[in-house]
């Protein structure tokens, strides 16, 4: 689900009540923190007003429901956390069009996280500081490559500055074939890139996967483990992270709506890999 940056809400998730909620609250949306950048052929900037959102929304539906999950043209991903959440905008000077969006949502202003819904993320949210959820991002197929995930870290990053965070953290999406492949990632993720023990978090029982524990201990039991090839099942944006300084901190859990595993993904921004960051903005 990479280039779309990760990260998976679905309509299918979503009743149609709270659905029809969801569009009928963001009319009250109100900007948290105010960005305005321009590079280049591009603005980088918060969303303003409902109408803004909705541009964000239509280009996610677009991304998330229509090539991903195959849905009817004009299905709406919306939900309740984009009341709750900034969102990243990415337009095109020239066109004036959205082509990159970005959720952030921040426990400054809520007290609600959409990765609450798939993990138990207690051990999270009592760590003191300024914590910010990513999620829902992605662009628009045709201006995929080139420098625009670049616009988006920096986005991103200005974002940090203003809001003061100390922590990212996020569902990051994988599309890994099976589960013995899925307990191979996690192995290699947990050899590299594994959260402090206080900073676990736990797959919600809707989420989890079935025997994930006896596919782990066939990996361990296994003469050959293949991390060349688990590195290839990790997306693009998430080596990223980990580039980055992001952890892994529990096991993945499945998501049935997009049929990937997503993996629980924390950054603690002091030890932010700032030579890594460097290189991926503009």
Known sequence: MQTQLNFSTSEQRVSYADHALALFNIRGFARKVDLYLEKENYIIKTAQNTDEVMKAIELRSKVFLEEIVNADTGSMDIDEYDILSDH??????????VIGTYRFNSNLFSNSFYSENEFDIFNVLITPGIKLELGRACIQNEYRGGITI?????????????????????????????KLYTAQVYKFLCEKHKAEENLTVFPRTKYKIEDLDLFLLQVENSARKDYLLSQRFIPGLVKGYLSAGAKICGKPVYDPDFNCYDFFTLLDLKNLNREYVKLVTI
């Open 150 to 178: 670049s616009l988006l870290w920096t986005g991103l990053l200005a974002y940090i500055k203003n809001l003061g965070a100390n922590f990212l953290f996020g569902c990051s999406s994988f599309h890994i074939p099976d």
């Open 88 to 97: 990243l905008l990415l337009i095109d000077k020239h066109k004036d069009s």
